[in-house]
């Protein structure tokens, strides 16, 4: 994409800095971007592109020992060795100011080696590389637990050493490091695996001794033969690899694993290395990993994830196993990433229906479709945006009100892919060029769920947007919301009058639906009939009578209403008032024995007066069916994995309210640092932030004299009506959410 050209590359990554609020002196995203890059040209045999990535690299961070192994390497594959030898000269003072000299002295024979094979002295030098020259015949070769494809390799493999102090790798290094062997692997002297298996009582002398003549003869790994002798399992294998290295074993087919976590380092590199992280602790992370001296995943598991890196050691059986379970969509994403999109590819008019229809069962395709679908799910998002535009599609999220780029799969999948969506939701496939509106029910981990599909033909193709009903979350309580207990009292006593009206007022996306059914479920008795009229039906809610608004039969807000009142209902919900009509119904409905629930669009709880009145309710018949009126937002709550203290000032909190006479100077505030768990942004999950205006006598003088809201406002404020300001201060005080979120979502205006 940016290939060329310094500045596209370093803006966007400014941006991505401010977007993830990441310091701008630190380089971690330069790293890792440029290392992505490097990856990317030498995946598709770019090696000279490769190389001068590496080269950045070396510039962002001039003492990164795996920088300039790479490089070297690279410069040796690509047939330059004076280069390969030049950058590993580099590398020695970079352990030698670092005060690493036997760490120098390994780089150095290496760079010697390679130099002497310049100078055409290469064959004796080379010999001496094999490691077969053991010191003690009697005992087998340190191994890492994977064979390596040629001697070549393993030198090459297993020659980074260790490179900056880090906890972790430093506290296995013996203290007692024997002399290295010129341009031989850095292996440090470690019980023998042989006498370990045997310390475990998992081999016996017999079988070691076999095992090892088998050594002697083929050179195969020793740990391979006892294992290929059925001598031990994998797992002793691995436990035996961790003893000897230090690095406790893991089962991952047991162990906590967190998706999260494993999400937190690209698929194809934890393929490449076979590492796993899988657990995180505070700036600690838990990495699986299959080969003990695999130095470079290590380091490359630390500057992905910018966290310290604890090793544990498992089999490469169950790290594949644990990767296929937790990181699907990583891995489907990529192989769809790989599929070769040429010039002929056909335009979504050009593809036939009959392929089409044949496209959508495809396997790619279905589990495309349902991978998004599921992870969109357990991310707790509410929407799923699946957008066209000219190359390609983008699929994004809408987690806690904020969209979040998920991925974007290959063109060539574009048509297919919402096709496969239309047939779930039983859409018209061959109708593109119309919006249409349909649903999918799923059953995921036993919750049922629904979507609500619509799609919107745009320039370059079909829109698809799918709004997730989760039947579970119409089960939440009046008490989950958020409410300060004595608001939650007041709004139930208010709830179990026998008539009058309820009103909550916010902007879309305010939570006003949820709180309505938690109402609803709360004073639901079976001695009460209740009914609602909706437009959509968002959740069905267990004996209650939920009437769909559809304008294309005549069945409005107004006609629903009117035939509902000859329904001898007890408590009526009308999902929103918008005209004068309903609003009139509504009326009429509280005055005659009705509790009547509904929703108004306006900002604050004093405006709902206003707006009644200015929709042409008189005002005598405001002032005597409403009864309460509930102001809400929904914040976002402070992300629990990256919660951090902080000294805030105290203008921060002035700006939500002006009297704070009484708090401290210094104050503890709370704030996401930003995290995997909740994409950097410092947030995870929302809570309710409310006003509850209580109608009293003075409230209904006030708006019989249709009094402007500003009035209505202060005189319940001053009946002890907490504002939304001071619930959202409450809640920054409690740590629960940020001073710039109650602001962003007190603030915002209706749309
Ligand atoms: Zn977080």
Redesign the pocket.
């Known amino acids: 994409m940016l290939r060329d050209g310094r500045d596209p590359e370093d803006s966007a990554i400014q941006t991505y800095k401010t977007l993830l609020r990441v310091p701008q002196d630190n380089r971690t995203l330069e790293c890792a971007w440029r290392y992505h890059q490097a990856m990317r040209h030498l995946r598709d045999g770019r090696v000279a592109d490769a190389i001068r990535d590496y080269k950045r690299l070396l510039d962002l961070d001039p003492d990164e020992p795996f920088v300039y192994l790479d490089l070297a390497e690279l410069y040796r594959q690509s047939g330059t060795p004076k280069e390969a030898a030049a950058v590993l000269r580099a590398l020695v003072a970079v352990y030698h100011r670092a005060g690493m000299p036997e760490a120098a002295s390994e780089v150095e024979a290496r760079a010697l080696s390679l130099e002497r094979r310049l100078d055409g002295a290469a064959r004796a030098s080379e010999d001496a590389q094999i490691p077969e020259a053991q010191p003690r015949p009697a005992s087998p070769p340190e191994e890492p637990a994977q064979a390596a494809d040629s001697p070549d390799a393993e030198t090459e493999r297993a020659a980074p050493p260790a490179p900056l102090p880090r906890p972790g790798i430093e506290s296995v290094r013996p203290q007692d490091r024997p002399p290295a062997r010129p341009g031989g692997p850095t292996l440090l002297r470690r019980e023998p695996l042989g006498r370990i298996l045997l310390q475990m009582g998992v081999i016996t002398e017999e079988q070691l001794e076999r095992a090892l003549e088998i050594h002697e003869r083929t050179r195969e790994k020793l740990g391979r033969i006892l294992v290929s002798m059925g001598a031990i399992t994998e797992q002793d294998l691995a436990k035996a690899i961790g003893i000897q290295w230090n690095y406790p074993y893991v089962s991952l087919a047991s162990a906590e694993v967190d998706p999260e976590v494993v999400r937190m380092v690209p698929h194809h590199l934890c393929m490449r290395h076979k590492v796993l992280p899988y657990a995180r602790n505070g700036s600690k992370l838990l990495v699986a990993i299959v080969d003990p001296l695999n130095l470079l995943a290590l380091d490359d598991v630390r500057l992905i994830t910018g966290l310290d890196v604890e090793p544990r050691i498992t089999t490469e059986e169950e790290l594949l196993q644990a990767l296929q379970k937790y990181h699907q969509l990583g891995a489907l994403l990529e192989q769809t990433a790989h599929v070769e999109v040429g010039p002929e590819v056909p335009t979504e008019e050009e593809v036939s229906l009959d392929r089409l229809r044949q496209m959508v069962d495809e396997a790619p395709v279905v589990k495309l479709v349902n991978l998004i679908l599921d992870q969109a799910i357990r991310e707790g998002a509410s929407d799923v945006h699946i957008e066209p535009h000219r190359h390609g599609i983008h699929v994004r999220y809408r987690i806690d009100g904020i969209l979040h780029d998920i991925l974007s799969p290959p063109k060539n999948l574009k048509a297919a892919l919402v096709s496969r969506i239309k047939i779930m939701a039983n859409l018209d496939i061959a109708e593109r060029r119309r919006p249409q509106d349909g649903r999918i029910h799923l059953r995921v981990d036993g919750r049922e769920i629904d979507l609500r599909v619509s799609t919107l033909p745009t320039l370059f193709g079909e829109k698809v947007v799918m709004r997730i009903l989760d039947q579970s979350s119409a089960l939440i309580q009046l008490g989950q919301l958020g409410m300060a207990s004595g608001v939650q009292e007041t709004w139930e006593r208010l709830a179990s009058k026998p008539y009058g009206m309820l009103l909550i007022t916010g902007p879309t996306g305010s939570g006003k639906t949820t709180t309505l059914y938690a109402t609803l479920t709360k004073i639901n008795t079976l001695e009460k009939n209740i009914v609602t009229i909706e437009d959509p039906v968002e959740y069905q809610l267990p004996r209650i009578n939920q009437v769909q608004v559809n304008p294309k039969v005549g069945l409005t807000f107004a006609t629903a209403l009117r035939s509902i009142l000859r329904q001898d209902p007890d408590i009526i919900m009308v999902g929103e008032i918008r005209d004068q009509e309903t609003a009139e119904l509504a009326v009429q409905a509280a005055l005659t024995g009705h509790l009547v629930f509904s929703t108004l669009h306006t900002n604050d709880a004093a405006s709902a007066f206003t707006r009644l009145l200015d929709m042409g309710i008189e005002p005598y018949l405001v002032a005597s069916s409403v009864i309460g009126v509930m102001a809400q937002r929904l914040a976002r709550k402070i992300?629990p994995?990256?919660?951090e203290p902080y000294q805030a000032p105290r203008e921060a909190l002035r700006r939500l309210s002006e009297d704070l006479e009484e708090v401290d100077k210094e104050v503890v505030l709370f704030r996401?640092?930003?995290?995997?768990?909740?994409r950097?942004?410092?947030?995870?999950g929302r809570i309710g932030i409310f006003e509850l205006l209580v109608v009293t006598d003075r409230i209904r003088s006030l708006v019989l004299a249709r009094a402007p809201a500003t009035e209505i406002r202060e005189a319940a404020r001053s009946e002890g009506m907490r504002t939304m300001r001071e619930d959202g201060l409450e809640k920054v005080l409690e740590g629960l959410s940020t001073v710039e979120e109650v602001l962003r979502v007190v603030y915002s205006t209706e749309e």
């Open positions: 992300c994995r990256c919660k996401g640092a930003g995290c995997e768990a909740c950097q942004t410092g947030y995870k």
